[in-house]
T-cell receptor, first 113, second 115 residues
């Protein structure tokens, strides 16, 4: 089955700096890669996603890049703010296999004011 | 308001008891999912359902059961066979039926603790 590895597990940045989280996946058939943000005690919220026919996608301060050849994708957050502090999860799925998401282990991001 | 409602938020179970977690959605989604999250870890798929009256096991289905009698409801029963049930349980849904990956939306979760 699919395996998703996520790094780093914790990330501390100064407010205003950039944060980068990286994920690798094992199954070359995976074609959908969402990123979720989870605050303590709450359900994950989708923040951005990318499909395998696109190499990069951006939404304001958030961007995601995908390298299908290397089987890795990354989340970039620019101009970080204290409210960006949360746990971020990457995931991968194969649409034809029932839209089952396989999640990475998560990255705890702390933005220091 | 449209969304996914999980109840109860907090649940305590005694050893040997079965408990059922409720999940209701009013998004008119065909597909529904249950995930388990252990502290400091990622989410793991328990069961999923792509259509009413049909469901499939995920990666960690042992000790759990589900039903999908109505489109909007997908309850999860944690049975006494689940040896380590203490966790945060997340229900999710997506449009489904497209044969492609579509956005999965999550509820607010239910905390289950064995006492």
């Amino acid at each position: 089955g699919e395996n998703v590895e996520q790094h780093p597990s914790t990330l501390s940045v100064q407010e205003g700096d950039s944060a980068v989280i990286k994920c690798t996946y094992s199954d070359s058939a995976s074609n959908y890669f969402p990123w979720y943000k989870q605050e303590l005690g709450k359900g994950p919220q989708l923040i951005i996603d990318i499909r395998s026919n696109v190499g990069e996608k951006k939404d304001q301060r958030i961007a995601v890049t995908l390298n299908k050849t290397a089987k890795h994708f990354s989340l970039h957050i620019t101009e970080t703010q204290p409210e960006d502090s949360a746990v971020y999860f990457c995931a991968a799925s194969i649409g034809a296999a029932g839209n089952k998401l396989t999640f990475g282990g998560g990255t705890r991001v702390l933005v220091k004011p | 308001d449209g969304g996914i409602t999980q109840s109860p938020k907090y649940l305590f179970r005694k050893e040997g008891q079965n408990v059922t977690l409720s999940c209701e959605q009013n998004l008119n989604h065909d597909a529904m999912y249950w995930y388990r999250q252990d502290p400091g870890q990622g989410l793991r798929l328990i069961y999923y359902s792509q259509i009413v009256n049909d469901f499939q096991k995920g990666d960690i289905a042992e000790g759990y059961s589900v039903s999908r009698e109505k489109k909007e409801s997908f309850p999860l029963t944690v049975t006494s066979a689940q040896k380590n049930p203490t966790a945060f349980y997340l229900c999710a849904s997506s449009i489904g039926g497209t044969g492609m990956s579509d956005t999965i939306y999550f509820g607010e979760g239910s905390w289950l603790t064995v006492v």
